[in-house]
């Protein structure tokens, strides 16, 4: 999995800044949040659908708004 750092989110665990990314499923993509450079801590955060999307960009903006719970 291909990972973006967040601009605000940081680890609820250690502080470090968090990255995020997809992973694609049949009828979507899981958005998973990692601290690649701190304790190791993942979560999912959550899903889009297939259908909410028209474009990777579209993909990007919703994956990087999950992340606003650790902001």
């Not at 694609?24 to 690649?36: I, L, N, P, S």
């Not at 701190?38 to 028209?54: H, I, P, Q, T």
Request: proline residues 4%; charged residues 25%.
């Amino acid at each position: 999995m291909l990972v973006t750092r967040h601009p605000s989110a940081t680890c609820p665990r250690c502080g470090d800044p968090l990255s995020f990314g997809t992973k694609v499923e049949a009828t979507g993509w899981k958005v998973f949040y990692v601290c690649t450079d701190g304790c190791g801590w993942e979560r999912m955060a959550g899903w889009v659908k297939l259908s909410e999307v028209g474009h990777q960009d579209d993909l990007h903006h919703k994956a990087e708004e999950m992340g606003k719970q650790w902001a």
